[in-house]
């Protein structure tokens, strides 16, 4: 049986993948720092939290840090589970 693709909500990199991500799988955005693994790394689970799915993150940064990146995208963790706490 096929599993499902997810949308990351990312058109750029939806497509290369052939429409998305496994869907109930884990994944893990590794690299250096500044890269860029912050913003796609948030992406997905503000997308699936759109679509109304249950999206637990492990932060490798403070959570002060990810609230502000995502305040200055104008993006909110509402409905994201934040390390063991859902953020509202």
């Known amino acids: 049986m096929d599993t499902p693709l997810r949308s990351t909500g990312i058109p750029g990199l939806d497509h290369p993948l052939g429409g998305g991500l496994a869907a109930s799988r884990p994944y893990l955005d590794q690299g250096d720092p500044c890269v860029g693994k912050t913003t796609p790394g948030l992406r997905v689970p503000l997308e699936g939290?759109?679509?109304?799915?249950?999206?637990?993150?492990?932060?490798?940064?403070?959570h002060p840090e990810v609230e502000a990146v995502n305040r200055s995208r104008g993006w909110s963790l509402r409905g994201i589970d934040c390390a063991g706490g859902t953020t509202r």
């Open 49 to 62: 939290v759109r679509r109304g799915e249950s999206c637990p993150y492990t932060l490798s940064e403070s």
